[in-house]
């Protein structure tokens, strides 16, 4: 599997313009919490809502130390969100490969990574012009 397939998801849909969220939506806190207590490391997200050209309101990055801690990770943030919000992903990617999940609930997209990939790929710095705000593990 390429590793940017699942970027490649992203450019065929649309951003739902209708649900303007925040940082302090449900939705938002209930995936860095599904996150956190999955122990998921160096975990950022980026505020997209002022740039244009983005396909999301906001990216949240993080994390995973293996293949299994990354699968973990990305299952309690499907789960935590259908049970806590009644939602399901729009789409979600990279479960086969396990080096990148991203799981698109279109107005916030999940990157779950291990360090190579988001080392390589540097979606913070492709997205520096976003404002940017870690969450503590």
Not at 20 to 45: C, D, M, P, Y
Not at 71 to 99: F, M, P, T, W
Request: glycine share 2%; proline share 3%.
């Amino acid at each position: 599997m390429n590793l940017l397939e699942p970027l490649s998801l992203l450019s065929t849909r649309k951003k739902n313009t209708a649900t303007k969220l925040t940082r302090s939506s449900k939705l938002f806190k209930t995936i860095i919490k599904a996150i956190q207590e999955k122990k998921g490391e160096n975990i950022v997200s980026l505020d997209l809502r002022k740039i244009h050209e983005a396909v999301s309101d906001f990216f949240i990055i993080c994390e995973a130390s293996n293949p299994q801690q990354l699968r973990a990770i990305g299952e309690s943030i499907e789960e935590e969100v259908k049970k806590n919000c009644d939602e399901v992903a729009y789409k979600h990617e990279g479960y086969q490969a396990l080096q990148w999940v991203l799981i698109d609930y279109v107005n916030i997209v999940v990157h779950v990574m291990l360090p190579e990939p988001r080392k390589f790929y540097q979606l913070e710095e492709m997205w520096s012009d976003a404002q940017r705000e870690e969450h503590a593990d």
